[in-house]
């Protein structure tokens, strides 16, 4: 009954080896888990953020008559276009308003005027750095004749 050393420790050495490679293999994928949530946390933020951004830029042009006014006054840092048709604001990768060499993120408001008091809006937030929108919408509103002031 003599058995061979040489067999047995080459049998646990191999089984050694197989559960290391499952080991690997487990750790491996749920690295790759915990990077995929971080990702879509990380968007779901940038997501929230940009909503949040726009839909104040929508409740302050929805809210008042002289809605280029009040977005000067309230977004000092807002730049409104040289047509006075488009508002933009620049922030960091914190969402925070910031100047133009730190801007990870831009949100903006393009009004088009309809000659039937009608006046059209689409924000838009967008990644400067992918150049991919993050959110987008439209809405309307009507302005009664001379209450819009340039």
């Known amino acids: 009954m003599n058995s061979n050393p040489s067999k047995r420790s080459s049998l646990f050495l191999l089984e050694l080896m197989i559960a290391i490679l499952f080991f690997c293999l487990c750790s491996a994928i749920c690295v790759r888990l915990f990077v995929q949530s971080h990702v879509i946390s990380s968007d779901t933020q940038n997501l929230n953020m940009a909503m949040n951004h726009t839909t104040n830029l929508a409740e302050i042009f929805r809210g008042v008559d002289n809605y280029r006014d009040a977005l000067k006054e309230q977004f000092p840092n807002g730049i409104l276009s040289e047509d006075r048709n488009t508002f933009t604001l620049y ?10 060499e730190d801007v990870e993120y831009a949100v903006s408001i393009s009004v088009t005027e309809r000659g039937d008091g009608i006046t059209d809006a689409d ?11 993050i959110y987008q919408f439209e809405t309307s509103k009507y302005v009664k004749e001379g209450t819009e002031h340039e």
């Open 91 to 100: 922030y960091d990768s914190d969402w925070k308003e910031c100047s133009m």
């Open 123 to 133: 924000f838009h937030a967008i990644s400067l750095d992918s150049k991919d929108s």
